[in-house]
């Protein structure tokens, strides 16, 4: 048998570019237009002009895949309870200074990319170990987006459904093609200011707005929010009463939006963690802004952690951690006091898969 390491670069056809005048190539892929010399990568890393075309490099290449619950996307409207088999890639289509997955995003060492994996193969290990969607997570699918697209359909043909874990960063014309194979997505809402997109991310907040708009009000995508909150550049009150009050009138009542505790990585070493208050704080104000469903993160609080009526109040499920220790819907997603209906994706509740966490190889 032979146990040589495997090529680790993959060459396989990109889409979403045009050649220009100057023999260069412009990735049309996310909005920051890379444009590219033969030999040269994207910002992202992971795309790179070859032979006159554009190449992903990591397409069949994970960095390791783990079956997760559900919850930990976050995700907690869409089939609580349930597994979820979640890998990733490597590299990055945003340069976030406070990354919480950079040994991922910001690989440069595609040697971490062991793991090699057909669509197919991917598919069959979900239906394999019981999970009940596939969550392309750690790093931005973004990407990635012929792989985990072309993996979306080798799913769906399983009766697999797709989670996208991302940034939201696309253009208009990849954002369509790409969530028509999606069936849920968590999109991190990193901030509501320019300037912090721009200086913490390399990036714009506007084209994040508009795929959040563009998932809640043109597909069927179940889509949840999570915005990590950093002492002192992202959690003021006014900044945390615009953007609670945009997803209101702009997405609905119904969208969940977490709020997540921030830890020091990366290049960001120098601020400390947030503290439980600020999520609480968060959270009051996003319901007072009238959103139905304020979730906290990273944090202990079940308070924070669990789902309620929007009609009659009820904790229709209870969490600790990923632990679901109450259920009171119906298959339907109808609270079982009232019998008002809850937003999300649901089924015959069986026994929660709970908050493991199993790595597994392919």
Request: proline share 6%; glycine share 8%; charged share 25%.
């Amino acid at each position: 048998m032979d146990h040589a390491a495997p090529a680790i670069e993959t060459s396989h056809p990109g889409r979403w570019w045009h050649a220009l005048p100057d023999g260069r190539i412009q990735c049309d892929l996310c909005p920051r237009d890379c444009r590219l010399h033969e030999g040269q990568r994207g910002l992202c890393f992971v795309r790179k002009m070859q032979n006159g075309r554009m190449v992903l490099t990591t397409y069949g290449r994970s960095s390791g895949f783990c079956v997760d619950p559900i919850e930990k996307k976050p995700l907690n409207q869409f089939y609580p309870g349930t597994s979820v088999l979640s890998f990733g890639t490597a590299g990055c289509n945003l340069a976030c200074k406070f990354c919480q997955n950079w040994d991922i995003s910001k690989s440069r060492e595609l040697d971490r990319l062991q793991d090699a994996a057909s669509p197919e193969a991917i598919a069959r290990a979900a239906v394999q170990l019981g999970c009940k969607s596939v969550a392309y997570t750690y790093n931005d699918p973004v990407i990635f987006a012929e792989y985990a697209m072309d993996i979306a359909d080798a799913c769906r043909a399983q009766g697999v459904q797709n989670v996208a874990v991302t940034a939201g960063y696309i253009h208009p014309g990849a954002r369509r093609e790409f969530y028509a194979k999606m069936d849920a997505a968590n999109v991190d809402l990193k901030a509501f200011t320019d300037d912090f997109y721009w200086k913490l991310c390399g990036a714009r907040l506007q084209p994040v707005l508009e795929t959040l708009v563009y998932l809640a009000k043109e597909t069927d995508v179940w889509t949840e929010i999570t915005t990590l909150l950093i002492p002192g550049k992202n959690d003021s009150d006014a900044e945390l009463e615009a953007e609670s009050r945009w997803i209101f009138e702009h997405l609905g009542p119904d969208v969940p939006l977490h709020f997540t505790a921030f830890h020091a990585d990366w290049k960001m070493t120098d601020i400390p963690a947030t503290p439980a208050a600020t999520l609480t704080r968060a959270r009051d104000i996003a319901r007072k802004a009238g959103l139905r469903y304020v979730y906290t993160g990273n944090v202990h609080d079940e308070g924070g952690g669990s789902t309620y009526c929007p009609s009659c109040g009820e904790a229709v499920i209870v969490r600790d951690w990923y632990r679901i220790n109450r259920y009171r819907l119906s298959e339907s997603g109808a609270c079982l006091a009232c019998g008002a209906q809850v937003a999300g994706r649901y089924q015959k509740f069986g026994k929660p898969f709970g908050p493991r966490r199993i790595p597994v190889r392919l």
